[in-house]
C-alpha cells in the first residue's frame, strides 16, 4: 500500500494480508499517514529473498534456453512508464515478458513473468498472455495465487479477456497450472471486499489473535497492545465465539472476567464454560499483578485427569518430532526420543529428509520402541499433544509398514499424552497449556538453545534444505533434544501433583498373539514383499508401482475404523454428541415398550438432536465396553427414536449409552482378488485385460476401430453410440459419465438390454445395494417391453437390501456361497460378489454403477470377474468415502485415476452424456460452467418448465427459472440456524400453492413433494423439518441422490469459517454443491450466510471449492440483475 499520484496503490500483498486479518489493513492505512519503523529482515529472510532471486533467473535462462523470444521491462522509469513498456511488449507478441508492471485504477503489480499461448485469440491478436511467478516453495500457496489473481485482473484488461491460466513455478522447478476460471471468483469477492473496507477503515480497530499473526509485520505491535489492555485472547482456552459473547455482555478484559461472581450467567455461553474462563482469568490475573505462577487441582472424571498416568518405569520414553508443512505433503524429517540408558538419559535421533528416508526413519524408530517395550514390558511413551500419535498411525499407513507394532501399541495403551493429563487435572496461571508454558513450573531457568519454537525448526530445516550446513541440523536436533526432555521433566511434575488416592492407570492387556495367526500374518506379509518385488523387478513402470501399493490398500483402510473404535471408547459424552459416525445419549423411551421378536426383543429408546450417520440394519456398539448394542430395527429422524433388537445373551442397554459403529466389514475377499490379479500379472499370463487397462490408462479398445478415435463419432446421439462401442469392446473398458438428470441409468439399461439380447453375459454392481436396484429395475421394465426372457439373480446380505421383483431377476440373501449358476445371464450384487474367486473370469461385461464413488482397489477386484468392464457415473458428484491415508493415487477411485483431474471425460477414452433433460438452461448453464468444462446442456424442452409464483412477495428467492443467493445473517451458528430455517420456511410458504410447468407445457400445483430441501447437517435438517408443514421434503444431500423436483432450496446454515464445525471440504465440496443445485427443475435457492463467502483458505483445493459457492452467489446476482433490469 502506497501513495502515488494522489491515490492510494494497492497492491497483491495488501489483498493477502487483508484475508489474514482486516486489522493489519487497518494498521497499514494508518500507516500512510504516520509510517512506523519495522524491525530489518532477520538473516532468514535475507537469505530466502537471494535464493527467490536465483530461482527467478534461473526460470528465466530456461526460457531463454528453449527459444523463446523476450522482452525484459526495466526497473527504471515510473511505474506508468513500465506499465506502458510492458502493454508495447505484448502488442508486439514476445513470447515472455519479463518483470511486466501493471497499473490499473487503484491496483498495481510486478509480475515476474507473462508467457504467450497461441490457443487463445484476445484483443492483442490470435493469442494471449498467461500470467506466471517463482517461488521457492514446494507448493503453491493461496497467497501465491491471491498474487496472480491480482495480476490476472490487471492483465485482463490489457488484453481484453482473463489468462485462461495461472501458473506458479515451484522450487523444484515443477510447474504447478490452474485454472483462473476456477480461482477468480473468490478472488472477485475478496477484492470488493477489501476495497470497501480499505476506503472506509473503522475508526477503532481491536484485532484479534490468528493464523496470519505468524506472517504479519504488525505481530509485535498487536501482542504489546493486548497485553496492556489485558485483551480476553490472553485467556487460556477461549474461542472467539466466547470473546464475542463476552464483550457483548460488558466484560471486555482479563480483570472483569476474573472479576464475575459465581454463577454469572452470559447470554449465548453455557454456565459451566463461564465458570471455567472466570476461574482461569483469576489465575492469569494473579499471575499478571503478582508474578507468581498458580497451579489448582481439578476434579476429573474416572479415568481421566491424573487417572491417565501410570508407573513410572526405568524403560519409559519421551518422544517428539519434528515435521516441515512446508514439504509437499508434509514430511516427518526427525523423530527423537530421550530413553535412560545405563542410568543417564540419552538422546536418540532418527532424520529423513525425502519420502524414502521418511519411511526408513519411521521403521527405526518404530523398531527402536517397540525392542524397548519388549525388554521393558510395564514401560511407557511419553509426548505431549496428539501430533505423534496421530502422525504415526498416518506413517504406517501411507508407507504400509510397521502396522501392527503401530496397532500394538495403540491397543495397548502404550502412548501417553500428558496434554490430556494437563487439561484434565490441573489449571494453571499460564495463558496457555502447550509444554513450553508449562516448563514455567518445572523448569524455571528456563530453556536454552539457539531455536526456541517449531515455527523456528522449520525455518532453520527449509534453509539447511536450501544451503546445508551440519551445525543447522544441530541446532534442529538440539531443539528437539530439548522438548524430549521437557517431557520427561514435565511426566515427573505431573507425578510430584498426582494425590495419593488417584488410581494408577494401567490400559489395556493385550492377549498373548495366537502363534499361528502370528505365523499367517507374517507368511502372509512375506508373500505381498515378494509379491511387491516380483513386479517391480519385472517392469519398474508408474502403473505397476501403483499397483503394489493397491495390494494393501484394503489392510490400510481398514485400520482408521479399528483405532476409532478404541478411540471411541475413551470419549466423553459431549464428544461422541458430536461425532456423527455416533448415536450418544440414549435414553428409554417415555412413551413405547419393548416387545418380543422371536427369543429376541426390540427395545424403544430417543436420542437428542445430533448429526449421525447409522441407519436401518446397522449392528453398532456400545461405546465404553465395546459390546454389541443389537440390531437397528427402526430409526426415525423426526421423532428421534430408535429401536434396537438384543439377543437373549446380550445385557440391558444403560441410560446414556452411546453407539459407535462396529469394526470395518471383513476384506478378505477383497484382497484375495487384488493378489490375484497381481500375482497374474507378475506371472505374465494376461488374464485381466479389462484391469491393466484401466490401471495403465490406456485408451478403450475397440474391435475394428483405432485407438485415440472418438469413441462416439462427431453427430452421433451418446446412448447411440455408447450402445454401438460396447458391442465392439474387445477385452478392454469403457467409462460412461453422466451429469446430474443426463440418463445414465437410462443409456446402461439399454446398453445392458442390447447386450443380453446378444447372448452376453452381463454383471452389475456398485457400492450400494440402492444403485443396483435402481437399474436393475430399469433392465426388467425394458426387457419385458421388448418381450426378452432371461434368467438373473441379485445377491444380498439382508433382506431389506433386496430387488423384491417379480421379473426374471431372483433374489439371492446371505449365505457363504456365491448363489450364482452358470444359468444365470445377469448377476447382480457388491463387490464381495465379484472378487470371489469362484466368479472369476466368468462374466463378458461388468457394469459398475456410481464408479464415482467405487475405489480402485474394488474395481480391480470386481474386474477379475470380467473381460469388459463398464465404468458408469461421475466423479463431479458424491466420491467415494476413504478413510485411510494411502500413496500414490491409490486411494482415488477409479474415475479419478482414469481422469487424472479433468472434470470430464476426454472423447477418446469414454462417453461424455451432454444433454440434460432435468434442469431449466438458466441452472444447467451455472452447472456446466462451474462443474463440466462448459459440455453440459439442456434438453430443448426444458425451456418451457418455470415456476409460476408471484415473485414480489419474495424478491430476493423467487424467480421463474434459475439459481438465486439470499443472504441471512447470523453469528456463531454451526450446524443450525433458526434464522435461515425461518428465511427459508417464508420462501417455502411463497411456493406452496403457487404452479409450475413442466417439459411438456403442462401445469402444476406446487406441493411439498415439488420442492426439496438439503442441508448439509443432520442438526439443521431436524430444525427444519420441525419449521416447515409436514409432509416437506427435508434431507442431506446424500438422501437426495437421484432424486428431482422442481424447486430446490438449500441452507447452508453455518456463519463463518469461525464456525465449520468441520472443514471445508464438506460444507464447500463442489460435488455437493452439484448434486444440490442439479435436482432442481426450475429453481435452486441457497440460503446462507455472505461471511461463508470470506473464509480464509490454507490451501489451494480450500480456495478452488470456496470458489464454487462465490461462483454461484455472482452467477445469481447476474441472473437476478438481469431479470429485473
Not at 410 to 429: N, P
Not at 521 to 533: G, H, I, N, P, S
Not at 701 to 717: F, H, M, Y
Request: glycine share 8%; charged share 25%.
Amino acid at each position: 500500500m502506497l501513495r502515488h499520484g494522489g491515490q492510494t496503490l494497492y497492491s497483491a500483498s495488501d489483498l493477502v494480508n487483508f484475508m489474514g486479518c482486516a486489522h493489519a489493513t487497518v494498521l497499514d492505512v494508518g500507516n500512510l499517514a504516520t509510517p512506523t519503523s519495522f524491525a530489518p529482515d532477520d538473516d532468514s529472510a535475507v537469505l530466502l529473498q537471494e535464493k527467490g532471486i536465483e530461482h527467478e533467473r534461473a526460470y528465466l535462462e530456461r526460457l531463454r534456453a528453449e527459444g523463446r523470444s523476450i522482452a525484459e521491462i526495466s526497473s527504471e522509469g515510473t511505474l506508468e512508464q513500465r506499465a506502458q513498456a510492458t502493454r508495447e511488449a505484448m502488442q508486439a507478441g514476445y513470447d515472455v515478458v519479463y518483470q511486466g508492471a501493471f497499473l490499473a485504477g487503484q491496483w498495481h503489480g510486478y509480475s515476474d513473468f507473462l508467457l504467450k499461448r497461441d490457443d487463445v485469440p484476445s484483443s492483442l491478436g490470435d493469442f494471449t498472455y498467461d500470467v506466471a511467478d517463482t517461488k521457492l516453495a514446494r507448493s503453491a500457496k493461496p497467497k501465491h495465487i491471491l498474487q496472480l489473481c491480482v495480476y490476472a485482473d490487471m492483465l485482463r484488461g490489457v488484453q481484453g479477456v482473463a489468462p485462461p491460466s495461472m501458473h506458479v513455478v515451484l522450487g523444484s522447478g515443477d510447474i504447478a497450472t490452474l485454472p483462473t476460471s476456477s480461482l477468480i471468483h473468490y478472488f472477485t469477492i475478496a477484492r470488493e471486499r477489501f476495497e470497501g473496507f480499505a476506503a472506509a477503515v473503522p475508526d477503532s480497530s481491536a484485532g484479534d489473535p490468528c493464523g496470519h499473526c505468524s506472517f504479519c509485520r504488525w505481530s509485535d505491535h498487536c501482542t504489546a497492545e493486548w497485553e496492556a489492555a489485558d485483551h480476553l485472547s490472553i485467556v487460556a482456552g477461549m474461542g472467539r465465539s466466547q470473546r464475542s459473547a463476552l464483550r457483548e455482555a460488558g466484560i471486555d478484559g482479563i480483570g472483569a472476567l476474573a472479576a464475575l461472581p459465581p454463577g454469572a450467567k452470559i447470554p449465548g455461553m453455557q454456565a459451566g464454560t463461564v465458570a471455567k474462563l472466570a476461574a482461569q482469568a483469576r489465575l492469569q490475573a494473579h499471575q499478571r499483578q503478582t508474578g507468581e505462577g498458580r497451579i489448582e487441582l481439578l476434579e476429573a472424571a474416572p479415568g481421566r485427569g491424573f487417572a491417565r498416568l501410570p508407573h513410572a518405569d526405568e524403560g519409559d520414553m519421551f518422544f517428539d518430532m519434528e515435521g516441515d508443512p512446508l514439504f509437499e505433503g508434509g514430511l516427518e524429517y526427525l523423530f527423537g526420543l530421550v530413553a535412560l540408558d545405563q542410568g543417564e538419559d540419552r538422546f536418540h535421533a532418527f532424520w529423513a529428509h525425502d519420502r524414502e528416508s521418511e519411511k526408513i526413519a519411521f521403521e527405526q524408530a518404530i523398531d527402536f520402541m517397540t525392542a524397548r517395550l519388549a525388554r521393558h514390558p510395564l514401560a511407557h511413551i511419553y509426548h505431549y499433544a496428539s501430533y505423534e500419535e496421530t502422525a504415526l498411525k498416518r506413517l504406517a499407513m501411507y508407507h504400509g509398514t510397521r502396522e501392527q507394532e503401530v496397532d500394538d501399541l495403540l491397543r495397548g495403551d502404550r502412548l501417553v499424552d500428558l496434554y490430556k493429563v494437563v487439561a484434565e487435572a490441573i489449571r494453571t496461571s499460564e495463558p496457555r497449556y502447550s509444554i513450553k508454558n508449562m516448563e514455567a513450573f518445572y523448569l524455571p531457568g528456563g530453556r536454552q538453545g539457539a531455536v526456541k519454537t517449531a515455527g523456528d525448526s522449520i525455518v532453520i530445516y527449509e534453509r539447511w534444505r536450501r544451503v546445508g550446513g551440519d551445525e543447522l541440523l544441530a541446532e534442529i536436533a538440539d531443539y528437539n533434544e530439548i522438548d524430549c526432555r521437557s517431557t520427561r521433566l514435565c511426566r515427573d511434575w505431573l507425578l510430584s501433583l498426582r494425590p495419593d488416592s488417584t488410581p494408577w492407570f494401567t490400559g489395556r492387556t493385550l492377549a498373548p498373539a495366537d502363534p499361528a495367526k502370528v505365523a499367517a500374518r507374517e507368511e502372509a506379509d512375506e508373500r505381498t514383499r515378494q509379491l511387491a518385488v516380483a513386479l517391480i523387478a519385472a517392469d519398474d513402470t508408474p502403473w505397476r508401482r501403483l499397483l503394489v501399493d493397491l495390494l494393501e490398500f484394503h489392510r490400510r483402510e481398514a485400520k482408521p475404523s479399528w483405532w476409532a473404535m478404541f478411540a471411541r471408547q475413551e470419549m466423553d459424552a459431549d464428544a461422541l454428541l458430536d461425532d456423527a459416525e455416533c448415536l450418544a445419549n440414549l435414553q428409554p423411551h417415555p412413551t413405547l415398550r419393548a416387545w418380543a421378536d422371536k427369543k429376541s426383543v426390540v427395545h424403544p429408546f430417543t436420542f437428542p438432536p445430533q448429526d449421525f450417520k447409522m441407519k436401518v440394519g446397522d449392528k453398532p456398539l456400545r461405546s465404553g465396553t465395546l459390546e454389541p448394542a443389537g440390531e437397528i430395527m427402526s430409526l426415525d429422524e423426526d421423532t428421534d427414536t430408535i429401536e434396537l433388537k438384543l439377543g437373549p445373551s446380550r445385557s440391558a442397554i444403560e441410560p446414556g449409552t452411546a453407539l459407535i459403529p462396529e469394526g470395518p466389514v471383513g476384506d478378505k475377499i477383497l484382497r484375495a482378488a487384488v493378489h490375484r490379479y497381481a500375482q497374474s500379472v507378475a506371472n505374465g499370463d494376461d488374464r485381466y485385460v479389462a484391469v491393466t487397462a484401466i490401471l495403465r490408462r490406456d485408451r478403450p479398445k475397440l474391435a475394428g476401430r483405432t485407438s485415440g478415435q472418438a469413441i462416439v463419432p462427431e453427430g452421433t446421439d451418446a446412448t447411440d453410440g455408447a450402445i454401438d462401442a460396447l458391442s465392439w469392446l474387445d477385452d478392454s473398458y469403457l467409462l460412461v459419465q453422466g451429469p446430474p438428470g443426463a440418463g445414465k441409468t437410462y443409456t446402461s439399461a439399454e446398453a445392458i438390454v442390447a447386450l443380453l439380447a446378444a447372448g452376453k453375459r452381463i454383471g452389475v454392481a456398485s457400492n450400494s445395494h440402492k444403485a443396483i436396484n435402481n437399474l436393475l429395475k430399469d433392465v426388467e421394465a425394458k426387457t419385458a417391453a421388448k418381450g426378452l426372457r432371461y434368467r438373473g439373480m441379485k445377491k444380498s446380505s439382508r433382506e431389506d437390501q433386496i430387488l423384491g421383483s417379480d421379473g426374471w431377476i431372483v433374489d439371492v440373501v446371505g449365505g457363504s456361497g456365491s448363489g450364482v449358476s452358470p444359468h444365470h445371464q445377469l448377476v447382480a450384487g457388491t463387490a464381495w460378489l465379484f472378487a470371489r474367486e469362484d466368479l472369476d473370469g466368468t462374466l463378458d461385461y461388468l457394469f459398475i454403477d456410481e464408479a464415482g464413488q467405487v475405489s480402485l482397489a474394488n474395481v480391480i477386484a470386481m474386474g477379475t470377474a470380467a473381460r469388459n468392464i463398464v465404468l458408469v457415473g461421475d466423479q463431479m458428484q458424491l466420491s467415494q468415502p476413504i478413510k485411510g491415508t494411502h500413496p500414490g493415487g491409490s486411494g482415488r477411485s477409479a474415475l479419478d485415476h482414469l481422469l487424472e483431474g479433468h472434470a470430464t471425460v476426454p472423447a477418446d477414452q469414454g462417453v461424455f452424456l451432454p444433454i440434460s433433460r432435468r434442469m431449466h438452461p438458466d441452472l444447467c448453464t451455472f452447472i456446466s460452467e462451474a462443474v463440466y468444462e462448459g459440455r453440459l446442456q439442456a434438453e430443448t424442452s426444458t425451456t418451457r418448465q418455470h415456476i409460476d409464483v408471484d415473485v414480489a412477495a419474495d424478491p430476493a428467492a423467487l424467480a421463474a427459472t434459475g439459481l438465486r443467493f439470499v443472504a441471512v445473517n447470523h453469528s456463531g451458528r454451526t450446524q443450525r440456524s433458526p434464522e435461515e430455517a425461518e428465511r427459508l420456511a417464508t420462501t417455502y410458504s411463497a411456493l406452496l400453492g403457487a404452479s409450475w410447468t413442466d417439459q411438456l407445457g403442462e401445469r402444476h400445483e406446487i406441493s411439498a413433494e415439488d420442492i426439496l430441501v438439503v442441508s448439509p447437517y443432520n442438526m439443521q435438517v431436524e430444525l427444519l423439518r420441525r419449521t416447515l408443514p409436514e409432509g416437506a421434503r427435508v434431507g442431506t444431500v446424500d438422501k437426495f441422490q437421484g432424486q428431482e423436483a422442481p424447486v430446490v432450496l438449500i441452507s447452508m446454515a453455518t456463519s463463518s469459517g469461525d464456525d465449520l464445525p468441520r472443514n471445508i471440504e464438506f460444507l464447500y465440496s463442489r460435488n455437493r454443491l452439484n448434486v444440490a443445485i442439479s435436482r432442481a427443475r426450475c429453481l435452486a435457492v441457497i440460503f446462507a450466510n455472505p461471511k461463508l463467502l470470506e473464509i480464509p483458505c490454507t490451501t489451494i483445493a480450500q480456495m478452488e471449492l470456496v470458489d464454487g459457492l462465490c461462483w454461484a452467489k455472482q452467477f445469481a446476482d447476474n441472473q437476478r440483475d438481469q431479470a429485473s433490469a
